[in-house]
T-cell receptor, first 116, second 111 residues
C-alpha cells in the first residue's frame, strides 16, 4: 500500500511557541491531504483538507490562523501550530488521498504534541 | 452532516469470531471504510464497501446495506494482536472525498 510519513513523531514544546509537523507521501503524489486531531480514547476529528497549490479548507471551529497548513508540493503538506497552548496537546495525524478505484486515504504514523 | 454509531467496547476470545456493527445517517454517501488503530498509532486501512454485499479479505470481511445505513466488520480466527480500536468511516460525495469517522470500537481479545 501507499506509504505516508510524518515528522516529528513526538514533540514537547513550551507554551507560546510554534511547532511545524510535516506529512509526506513517499511513493506517490497526493493532490489532497487531510489533517486530523485525536484526543485520548476519542475518534479522529478532521481539522482541514489540504490541496496542493491552493488554500486549505478548514472545518468549522478550527482556527485557520492558529493551524497554518501549506501544501507546496504533491508530496508534502505541513501543519504549523502557532502560539501553542496546553489545550493544543493532542495526537495529530495526516492522511493522503490515493485516487483510484477505491479512492482510499492512507495515514501517517501521527505526531504526539505535548505543550507544557 | 454525518452521524455514525458503533459500540464503544467489545470483548472476545482468541480463535473466536466477532462482528462489529456500524450504523450511519448521512447527507451523502460515497463508500464506507473500516480502519484498525492500535493505541498510539495511526489507523491502517482494512476494507472498503461502496455497493451492497460482503467483501472478504482473509480473516476480515465487511458487509454493507445502503438501504439500512448499516455495515459490519467480521473478524475470524481472532488473534491477540487483533486487540485494537476499529473505526468505521463514511466518505462523502464532495470532490475532496472527506471521511467522517465513528467513535471507534475498542476490541479486547482474551486468551
Amino acid at each position: 500500500g501507499a506509504v505516508v510519513s510524518q515528522h516529528p513523531s513526538r514533540v514537547i514544546c513550551k507554551s507560546g511557541t510554534s511547532v511545524k509537523i510535516e506529512c509526506r507521501s513517499l511513493d506517490f503524489q497526493a493532490t489532497t491531504m487531510f489533517w486530523y486531531r485525536q484526543f485520548p480514547k476519542q475518534s479522529l476529528m478532521l481539522m482541514a483538507t489540504s490541496n496542493e497549490g491552493s488554500k486549505a479548507t478548514y472545518e468549522q471551529g478550527v482556527e485557520k490562523d492558529k493551524f497554518l497548513i501549506n501544501h507546496a508540493s504533491l508530496t508534502l503538506s505541513t501543519l504549523t501550530v502557532t502560539s501553542a497552548h496546553p489545550e493544543d496537546s493532542s495526537f495529530y495525524i495526516c492522511s493522503a488521498r490515493v485516487q483510484g478505484p477505491t479512492d482510499t486515504q492512507y495515514f501517517g504514523p501521527g505526531t504526539r504534541l505535548t505543550v507544557l | 452532516g454525518q452521524n455514525i454509531d458503533q459500540p464503544t467496547e467489545m470483548t472476545a476470545t482468541e480463535g473466536a469470531i466477532v462482528q462489529i456493527n456500524c450504523t450511519y445517517q448521512t447527507s451523502g454517501f460515497n463508500g464506507l471504510f473500516w480502519y484498525q488503530q492500535h493505541a498510539g498509532e495511526a489507523p491502517t486501512f482494512l476494507s472498503y464497501n461502496v455497493l451492497d454485499g460482503l467483501e472478504e479479505k482473509g480473516r476480515f470481511s465487511s458487509f454493507l446495506s445502503r438501504s439500512k445505513g448499516y455495515s459490519y466488520l467480521l473478524l475470524k480466527e481472532l488473534q491477540m494482536k487483533d486487540s485494537a480500536s476499529y473505526l468505521c468511516a463514511v466518505r462523502d460525495e464532495g470532490s475532496a472525498r472527506q471521511l467522517t469517522f465513528g467513535s471507534g470500537t475498542q476490541l479486547t481479545v482474551l486468551p
